[in-house]
């Protein structure tokens, strides 16, 4: 059955585009990640247009974080305190975000921009987990112990002023780092419309030492509130959110989410790191062939506002 999208400008595939929010609510449940660097890419393969897909794909990851911050919520396994201050620096940089895409848009340069801001961060932050998950899984195998630091261990960051005690991650550190971990994810959120928790989730473990107990629960509540905010900023400043097929991403992320969520609880975090690493460093490789491909349409226009 298929429906027409008017923003897009596409008839679609109803159960499709269900089909697609309900895997990456799985995902985004299991990982504890947005699932955008999944969805604004398989709408831009099926011919949604790269701005449309970044600005609508903001509200499926805003649903599908906001099922899965529920029950981590039920379960305790969050900091809220740690979330309140990430999302000072990621509202700015959510605001900051909409406003590039918004000057992209108008030079025209927004397609080429978001494609190769795909290529170089998910090759390389997916080839940099997939050689960590590897190494950790090697090393699980053999027996081998890790050196790796327990939450509220010191780093140089913890040395920075403006010091916060987080009482449900047993941490007392500088919120300076926090607020730029938070501030890069929204931007980043705005532009490529990714909710950033494949970013996000090892930041917050390697730099701040957040245990990872509550570093999945606390994530999606950034990737919850930045979401929201950047599906607000590109309908009104924009015009480019799609309610209908925001609404059919809603309700299969919202779905999917619940049984990730569940999903992930019971794998170990290593091949955790390694299966996400894996997706990451794929999709990333599908944006570098498809820049190197000729185009099926070698020439293209747009009506600028105002003409």
Not at 132 to 154: M, N, T, Y
């Amino acid at each position: 059955m298929e429906i027409y999208l008017p923003i897009a400008d596409l008839p679609v595939n109803v159960f499709l585009v269900f089909a697609m929010g309900l895997a990456v609510g799985f995902i985004s449940g299991m990982f504890g990640i947005g699932g955008g660097f999944l969805m604004t890419p398989l709408l831009i393969f099926i011919g949604v247009s790269p701005a449309v897909a970044v600005a609508t794909v903001a509200s499926h990851i805003a649903a599908s974080s906001f099922s899965g911050a529920l029950l981590y919520w039920r379960r305790r396994a969050l900091d809220l305190a740690l979330a309140l201050m990430l999302l000072v620096g990621g509202l700015l940089g959510t605001a900051a975000g909409v406003w590039l895409f918004t000057q992209l848009r108008a030079i025209g340069q927004l397609d080429l921009v978001i494609s190769l801001s795909y290529v170089i961060l998910l090759s390389s932050v997916g080839a940099t987990m997939i050689f960590e998950s590897v190494r950790a899984v090697i090393r699980l195998q053999r027996g081998e112990q890790f050196d790796v630091r327990r939450p509220g261990s010191h780093t140089w960051l913890h040395g920075l002023p403006i010091k916060v005690r987080f009482k449900q991650s047993r941490l007392y550190v500088s919120v300076i780092p926090v607020w730029i971990i938070g501030g890069v994810i929204g931007f980043l959120g705005a532009i490529m419309g990714i909710g950033g928790g494949f970013i996000l989730v090892p930041s917050l473990i390697y730099l701040v030492r957040v245990p990872t107990s509550v570093v999945i629960g606390t994530s999606m509540v950034l990737t919850l509130v930045t979401m929201a905010s950047a599906t607000v900023l590109h309908a009104a400043t924009n015009h480019l959110v799609d309610a209908v097929l925001a609404l059919i991403l809603m309700v299969g992320g919202v779905i999917g989410a619940q049984f990730g969520a569940q999903a992930g609880h019971r794998m170990r975090s290593e091949r955790l790191r390694l299966l996400l690493g894996l997706l990451v460093f794929a999709v990333g490789l599908r944006f570098a062939i498809n820049l190197v491909l000729p185009p099926t349409e070698i020439y293209s226009f747009r009506l600028l506002e105002g003409e």
